[in-house]
């Protein structure tokens, strides 16, 4: 009815594919379809997901490196580290989609809903052509590494956890330096003993903010309707 996005729109024809395998690749054919049978090789290799990695990244520098960088975070969020050559063009068996039946977030990633079926990724190198002028921009791409990491992952909630726990630590060990500076030295330093309990006190804060950010991932965790197993084959039916 309108433009719902990239991978919007590959959910829905994922959910819409009639055969055992299916292939997404760009429409304006920078993706060669000469470079099918490759990812189909692998397929029968016992593999699940195909990429199509390119030969050589067909953008400027900067963006190369901040698209290299979001694939990165998106393996890690897989939970697959040894895929780092994600791309739009990929093969897959189509069963794979029952692992993300129920998903119904206008927020998506492809790649990640396919991870919840599988481990078994893997890539080729093929040649890709000359992209034309992207929509993927500077600020395109940090949102989308930002949607990567509050959609799909507790990590930032997590981060604060662990801010809030070393900045408690730093408190304490502060104010234990200035009570045994005070019995030792018979002073009490002013700025220390204030340092010390800003420190202690907004360490507990943001350690007491992390725990309740723990509760919230769970809620999250559970909003996203990740399915608990998936099974591949029915044996004995």
Known sequence: MRNYGQHNATLCGVRLARYDVTITMDQDLQHPPEAIPLLLAELEKGFDVVYGSPRKLPQGIIRNLLTAAIKRILSSIMGIDSVKNISAY????????????????PTMIIDVLLSWGTTRFTSVVVDISEARSSNYFFLTLVKAALLILTSYSTRPLRLASWIGFIMTLFGLGVFVYVIVTYFTLGSLPGFSFLASIIALFSGTQLFTLGIIGEYLARMFDRSMDKPAYVIQQMVGE
């Open 90 to 105: 990929r093969a897959f068996h189509t069963r794979l989609r029952s692992a993300f039946g129920n998903f119904q977030s």
